[in-house]
T-cell receptor, first 121, second 113 residues
Framework: QVQLVQSGAEVKKPGASVKVSCKAS????????INWVRQAPGQGLEWMGW??????????AQKFQGRVTMTRDTSTNTAFMVLNSLTSEDTAVYYC??????FGKGSLDYWGQGTLVTVSS | DIVMTQSPDSLAVSLGERATINCKSS????????????LAWYQQKPGQPPKLLIY???TRDSGVPDRFAGSGSGTDFTLTISSLQAEDVAVYYC?????????FGQGTQVEIK
C-alpha cells in the first residue's frame, strides 16, 4: 500500500532552517510528483511547491521562492523540503502529498502524516 | 492565482440529513468537453492529514462512501453528503489543480446539529 512517512516534529529559532523528509513506499517513487502543503494552527491549506522525483524538476509558490528547496534521494525513495530564514509565521504542520497522475495535473491522493515545525525564540 | 471560495464557512446538520458545501472558482477550471473539471474535495479530521474524497469534480476516490457526491459546472461546484453520519464531522476543502499554484478553498466545518 502507498505510504508517505514524514520525519518528526522540529523546534527552531527564528532565522534558522528546517529540513523535513518524506519517505515513500508502496509505489514507484519516480513516477509521481511530490507536493508540499502546509497548515498553520487553526488555518487552511497552503501549497508550497512540487518536485518531480524522476527529473528533480521543481516548482515553487511565489511566496516561498528563494526560501524553499525541494530535493530527493532516489536510493531511499525520500523527498526533502528545506525552508530557510524561519519566522514565527512559519509555525505550521508541513505535509508531503503525492500527485495522483504520473503525467500531468492531478489531485493529491496520498498524504504524509504531517510534521509540526514550531518556530520560537 | 485562481481563488477558490467556499460557502458556508460552517454548517450544522442533523444526523441522517443532507449537507451541502459550495465552492466557486475565480476562473474556469474546465478539463475537457466531457464536463470534467480540475477540482478535488478533501476531508480533514482533527489531527489528521487531508483525505481525498472526490477528483475531476465528481469522481469518488477508492473506498469513499457513496453518500459523498461531487457536482457542478462552469465555476460553481458542490459537495453533497446525502445522509450525514457522525464520522463525517470534519473540515472540507475544495482545491483546483488546473493552474499553478494549486489553490484551496478556505474550508467548511461540518458539525452535527
Amino acid at each position: 500500500q502507498v505510504q508517505l512517512v514524514q520525519s518528526g516534529a522540529e523546534v527552531k529559532k527564528p532565522g534558522a532552517s528546517v529540513k523535513v523528509s518524506c519517505k515513500a513506499s508502496g509505489y514507484t517513487f519516480t513516477n509521481y510528483d511530490i507536493n508540499w502543503v502546509r497548515q498553520a494552527p487553526g488555518q487552511g491549506l497552503e501549497w508550497m511547491g512540487w518536485m518531480n522525483p524522476h527529473s528533480s524538476a521543481t516548482g515553487y509558490a511565489q511566496k516561498f521562492q528563494g526560501r524553499v528547496t525541494m530535493t530527493r534521494d532516489t536510493s531511499t525513495n525520500t523527498a526533502f523540503m528545506v525552508l530557510n530564514s524561519l519566522t514565527s509565521e512559519d509555525t505550521a504542520v508541513y505535509y508531503c502529498a503525492r500527485t495522483s497522475y504520473s503525467f500531468g495535473k492531478g489531485s493529491l491522493d496520498y498524504w504524509g502524516q504531517g510534521t509540526l515545525v514550531t518556530v520560537s525564540s | 492565482d485562481i481563488v477558490m471560495t467556499q460557502s458556508p464557512d460552517s454548517l450544522a446538520v442533523s444526523l441522517g440529513e443532507r449537507a451541502t458545501i459550495n465552492c466557486k472558482s475565480s476562473q474556469s477550471i474546465l478539463y475537457n468537453s466531457h464536463n470534467n473539471y480540475y477540482l478535488a474535495w478533501y476531508q480533514q479530521k482533527p489531527g489528521q492529514p487531508p483525505k481525498l474524497l472526490i477528483y475531476w469534480a465528481s469522481t469518488r476516490d477508492s473506498g469513499v462512501p457513496d453518500r459523498f457526491a461531487g457536482s457542478g459546472s462552469g465555476t460553481d461546484f458542490t459537495l453533497t453528503i446525502s445522509s450525514l453520519q457522525a464520522e463525517d464531522v470534519a473540515v472540507y476543502y475544495c482545491q483546483q489543480y488546473s493552474n499553478t499554484p494549486p489553490t484551496f478553498g478556505q474550508g467548511t466545518q461540518v458539525e452535527i446539529k
